[in-house]
DNA sequence: ACAAAAGTGTTCTCGTTACACCCATGT
DNA sequence: ACATGGGTGTAACGAGAACACTTTTGT
């Protein structure tokens, strides 16, 4: 039934770009579709909006099902609403970026998706509109790390700086200069080094840090945006 | 029917928030709703998404209908998805946000919805959240003239540094020192200056300036974001 | 002649870039 | 002792910020 006369409506849906950073490189988390059409494919993690929740309440759950993580940080995209991108039925697909930690989601991984973590730069095609939907997660996920230093959501507790390098590295896809970057981080006053090394990548080890929360509220919320004129 | 058994589907609608500068003051475009409920109350530009449509598509018509332009530099914003935000029937909603030269749009007006241009700093309440639409749209414009400088679609093809000004002042909602602001403008070569001057604002007058499109096409079309490290 | 807005130039500061060497350690 | 990756300093440059006086012209 319908009030608004003779008005259709529509399936709604919610896919997410799931992105992790293991220490070396920035991959996303994708699943086996379960279901027909394409059931099998590779496709990112998703479902339909439900009639009491939100579009955001939806991602929120979607996200603990596949990860059982939750407070996951999760920003809205865009919507896709090609009317065909769905070959069976009308259905538009409210996009969702999602940062995690890829040492939480080890220890919680739900096995009923069949998901893999794919590097960011080589996963196989996805199903209809997906691959399109990845390509502006990943300029988003540029615009996120340039607006909002640090991107700790995708950092375990404790990290070095050669790697943090490598994740901005791979989300620019491009070489940055070790000295630069290290003045520029640490000018930010939201890392604290840690007394000890981690000695995995080097015989020399690479100093620990953690990121130093209470600075990061305090500067860097709410940032906004700016013309570069006063 | 419905072949993802059992999803229920719900009504999808796009809303729009138009802004225009009058030379003087940016402006938002408000009509008055004409049905129930909340019929005659002041509201956003909004309307259905069609099956054969997508929301892009869905925005592009509403423009069309009720500005009676087409081409118009249109983005698509969030999705507004609180399952209570109509009262009537679940319906969520596609926001875009758009930007559209004053002057065109008065000689084409159509009378059928109570339109009325209101500054963005005092315009009446709306209906459901189209409040929250507005603030939203409004931080996204500031984004936009950050990353993409000079808005030309909200110019006239004829304008003076002094009014480019006041408008980079509405966005912002702040001073601007004039000097710095007309090198920084000048210097992006995307401005050239005509020989005639607007005497409306003062005794000496201001001279015109247009758009150097070609400038702008091959410049700052793609601009991307980055972190600022090299 | 004067009021009112338009137009213009210089200095300082600070953040970004480019660039090369020493350090600590396990083997 | 040496190979490997980690850590650090400095000089040059450029963009933004602060700041005040002259120009034009209608009345």
Known sequence: MNRYSSQKKLLAAVDCIIFGFDGQQLKILLIQRGFDPEKGKWSLMGGYVQPD???????????????????????QLQVFSDPNRDPLERTISVTYFAL???????????????????????????????????????????????????????????????QLQGLYEGIYNTQLDKRNFTRKLLSTGLLTRQSDKDKQGSRKGAFFYKINKKAFRQNYLQKDFFLGIK
């Open 53 to 75: 929740e939100s579009c955001n309440e939806a991602a929120s759950c979607i996200l603990k099902e596949l990860t059982g993580l939750e407070g996951v940080y999760l920003k």
């Open 100 to 162: 995690i930690n890829i040492h939480d989601y080890e220890t919680q991984i739900s096995d009923d998706y069949h998901a893999e973590w794919f590097p960011v730069n080589k996963f196989p095609k996805l199903i209809f509109d997906h691959n399109d939907m990845v390509n502006i997660a990943r300029k988003q996920l540029q615009h996120e790390a340039a607006i909002h230093p640090v991107l700790f959501e995708l950092l375990p507790p404790r990290f070095t700086l050669p």
